[in-house]
């Protein structure tokens, strides 16, 4: 028997990453460095700026992203890094000299899959 550590999303959980938004779900998804991110409707690219300059190791722990009106929200693999929440924010800047505030950040743990 084969085992697996996977994280897993559901639909509650997007719901909760987008719940500054309307229906997110008609935005689209794109996969961008191992980052699952869900569009709002203005489609603001910033967002991969955002991505593109996080450090390597915490970028590996990122599971989602979603931004809205300058707003960004994460899901996190197994825990939230140091100064990742709405609470001990680091700046968040897409290099156009705007920063970006988290609206929420939360983390979601591995479950045990077998075949």
Known sequence: MSEKRVTILQQNDLTELCSNAGRFQDNGFSLYRGVLVVWDDDYDVRVLDVLD???????EQLLAVHERKASISFIWDKAIPHGYTE????????????LFQ??????REPKLLSR
């Open 53 to 59: 300059r996080m450090p390597v190791n915490i970028l």
């Open 87 to 98: 609470y001990d924010p680091v700046d968040l800047e897409p290099g156009d000299g705007d």
């Open 102 to 107: 988290i609206h929420t950040s939360f983390a």
